[in-house]
């Protein structure tokens, strides 16, 4: 099995839940790192969402409703 390395771009303090967003365009895989630390990577995830929501002025509300629970998990801790 190949593994594939990830080229991931970080954007820092996006609220006081989520601390964190990085996204990935080769892999279209977005990373989440939240106020306790907890991480969640999720893909596929288009850029445009990705970007919504770092921009977004509620950007939890944003990941909820679109990206948690609906787009799978690929790895987490």
């Not at 970080?10 to 996204?23: A, N, P, T």
């Not at 445009?48 to 948690?68: C, G, K, M, N």
């Amino acid at each position: 099995m190949e593994r594939k390395t990830m080229n991931m771009v970080w954007d820092r303090y996006e609220s006081r839940s989520i601390r964190e967003l990085g996204y990935d365009s080769t892999t279209k895989t977005m990373a989440v790192v939240f106020a306790d630390k907890t991480k969640k990577f999720h893909s596929p995830v288009p850029y445009q969402l990705y970007a919504s929501i770092h921009h977004s002025t509620f950007p939890e509300r944003l990941y909820r409703q679109t990206v948690d629970g609906k787009i799978p998990v690929v790895r987490g801790s």
